[in-house]
C-alpha cells in the first residue's frame, strides 16, 4: 500500500496567518493516464471530513482561494493563507492513484 | 443538496454481523460510484469499500476483503455495507460518501454511524 506521511503532525497559527503542510507519498502518485491523484480534506471539529482539493492542485465547489495546493511525483503541499477561525481543524491528504486509496494520519491545526 | 445519511450502527459483538445502510438524496444516485470510509475513534481515515454507480464491480482493501459486502439499491437510492465476523479493530464511524472516479477522491461524506465491536 502507498503510505502517505503528513508533517507536521501539529500546527499553530495565528489569524490572518499562512500556513503550509506537507504529504509525502511512499511511491509515485503519477498515473498511468499521466494523471496524479492527490487529494486533500478538511475535518472541522465534531464533524464530518469534507474535500478542498482534488488532483493535486483544482479547488473543489465553494472552496476558497485562501486554499491551494502544489507538488508532483511524491511530494505535495497545501498552503492556506490569511486563516480564519473555521479553517481549525485536522487536514488529511489522500490518494487515489494506487489501490487501495490511502490517507495520511492528519494534521492539526490549532490557533496560537 | 447532496444528503448522506447513514443508519445501522451500533454495538455488537465479535464475530458478530451488522448492516449499514447510506439513503442518498440531492443527486442522481446511479450516475455515481458510492463508497464507505471509516475512522476508527482518535484516528485517520480508512478506506473500506467502493461500488461502481451500475452495483456490477466491487472493491475492497485487504483489511476487510472477504468480511464486509458493499452493494446498492438505485430503485431506493440507497447504499449499504454488510459487515460480517466482525473484530475489535473495526470499531470506528463509518462514513458514506459518494466517490468521484474521475478525480478518485471521496467528494461528499454523510455524518457518519458509529460501530462499536466488543464483547
Known amino acids: 500500500d502507498v503510505v502517505m506521511t503528513q508533517t507536521p503532525v501539529s500546527l499553530s497559527v495565528s489569524l490572518g496567518g499562512q500556513v503550509s503542510i506537507s504529504c509525502r507519498s511512499s511511491?509515485?502518485?503519477?498515473?498511468?493516464?499521466?494523471?496524479?491523484?492527490l487529494s486533500w480534506y478538511l475535518q472541522k471539529p465534531g464533524q464530518s471530513p469534507q474535500l478542498l482539493i482534488y488532483?493535486?492542485?483544482n479547488r473543489f465547489s465553494g472552496i476558497s482561494d485562501r486554499f491551494s495546493g502544489s507538488g508532483s511525483g511524491t511530494d505535495f503541499t497545501l498552503k492556506i493563507s490569511r486563516v480564519e477561525p473555521d479553517d481549525l481543524g485536522v487536514y488529511y491528504c489522500g490518494q487515489g492513484t494506487q489501490y487501495p486509496n490511502t490517507f495520511g494520519a492528519g494534521t492539526k491545526l490549532e490557533l496560537k | 443538496e447532496v444528503q448522506l445519511v447513514e443508519t445501522g450502527g451500533g454495538l455488537v459483538q465479535p464475530g458478530r454481523s451488522l448492516k449499514l445502510s447510506c439513503v442518498a438524496s440531492?443527486?442522481?444516485?446511479?450516475?455515481?460510484?458510492m463508497s464507505w470510509t471509516r475512522q476508527a475513534p482518535g484516528k485517520g481515515l480508512e478506506w473500506v469499500a467502493s461500488i461502481t454507480n451500475s452495483g456490477g464491480s466491487t472493491y475492497y482493501p485487504d483489511s476487510v476483503k472477504g468480511r464486509f459486502t458493499i452493494s446498492r439499491d438505485n430503485a431506493q437510492n440507497t447504499l449499504y455495507l454488510q459487515m460480517n465476523s466482525l473484530r475489535s479493530e473495526d470499531t470506528a464511524t463509518y462514513y458514506c460518501t459518494r466517490y468521484y472516479s474521475s478525480y478518485d477522491c471521496f467528494v461528499y461524506w454523510g455524518q457518519g454511524t458509529l460501530v462499536t465491536v466488543s464483547s
Open positions: 488532483k493535486v492542485s
Open positions: 440531492g443527486f442522481t444516485f446511479n450516475n455515481y460510484w
Open positions: 511511491q509515485s502518485l503519477v498515473h498511468n493516464n499521466g494523471n496524479t491523484y
